[in-house]
């Protein structure tokens, strides 16, 4: 069974910073494309960040770039994402996201439909 746990989650001051996990099971980690995705209450869910199955390609929302770093430890099975200078409108419920092998290296990395497995969430509120 596929699972994706994420933790990390809080409340912090703006401009501080949390850094998010999310622990996979069930499938071979190593081979899959994940990307963070973050939704807010009455509003449609919204790509942040992507990774490939390596590592070594990664992309960011433009509102997110330069602030959140996305990153992934095969050997364990986590994925991470590493947000600073966090702001009030980051505020929201964060879940990491399996991309569908369907779509492997496909150039549309922000399109949710190509994603078949996600977790429950982690909220993160910025508020003074």
């Known amino acids: 069974e596929v699972q994706l746990v994420e933790s990390g989650g809080g409340m912090v001051q703006p401009g501080g910073s949390l850094r998010l996990s999310c622990r996979a099971s069930?499938?071979?980690?190593?081979?899959?494309?994940m990307s963070w995705v973050r939704q807010v209450p009455g509003k449609g869910p919204e790509w942040v960040s992507y990774?490939?199955?390596?590592?070594?390609?990664?992309y960011y929302a433009d509102i997110v770039k330069g602030r959140f770093t996305i990153s992934r430890d095969n050997a364990k099975n986590t994925l991470v994402l590493q947000m600073n200078n966090l702001k009030p409108e980051d505020t929201a419920l964060y879940y990491c996201?399996?991309?569908?092998?369907?779509?492997?290296?496909?150039?549309?990395?922000?399109?949710?439909?190509?994603?078949?497995?996600r977790g429950q969430g982690t909220q993160v509120t910025v508020s003074s």
């Open positions: 990774i490939n199955f390596g590592g070594d390609t990664t």
């Open positions: 996201a399996r991309r569908s092998p369907a779509y492997r290296g496909d150039r549309y990395y922000d399109r949710l439909e190509q994603y078949d497995y």
């Open positions: 069930g499938f071979i980690f190593s081979i899959y494309e």
